[in-house]
């Protein structure tokens, strides 16, 4: 079993940044996807940022040049998020994928408004 803690999030006005990080722990593999996707009420759960143990990252057209997914530890993957807008507020969870099984957190709010 995995678990998937994340933190980071709140409140921040449009412009600025905020970091946030997902800590795994349990039984882990070398050879996993580790991935933020946020979601709004109402809406489908959205794929933001992946970043595989080897390194590969891909980032959804809407955060291109904003958000940077990266290893911060062992076991601990950051989402560095900048310039942020209003249309950035949502739940963000983490999610890691290991041998076909994916693992979710439970999720941190990050809300964009002045």
């Known amino acids: 079993q995995v678990q998937l803690v994340e933190s980071g999030g709140g409140l921040v006005q449009p412009g600025g940044s905020l970091r946030l990080s997902c800590a795994a722990s349990?039984?882990?593999?070398?050879?996993?996807?580790m991935e933020w996707y946020r979601q709004t009420p109402g809406k489908q759960r959205e794929l933001v940022a992946s970043?595989?143990?080897?390194?590969?990252t891909n980032y959804a057209d809407s955060v291109k040049g904003r958000f940077a997914i990266s290893p911060d530890g062992p076991d601990t993957v950051s989402l560095q998020m900048s310039s942020l807008k209003p249309e950035d507020t949502a739940v963000y969870y983490c999610?890691?994928?290991?041998?076909?099984?994916?693992?979710w957190g439970q999720g941190t709010q990050v809300t964009v408004s002045s």
């Open positions: 349990g039984r882990l593999f070398g050879n996993y996807i």
């Open positions: 970043i595989r143990s080897g390194g590969w």
């Open positions: 999610k890691r994928t290991q041998l076909g099984v994916g693992y």
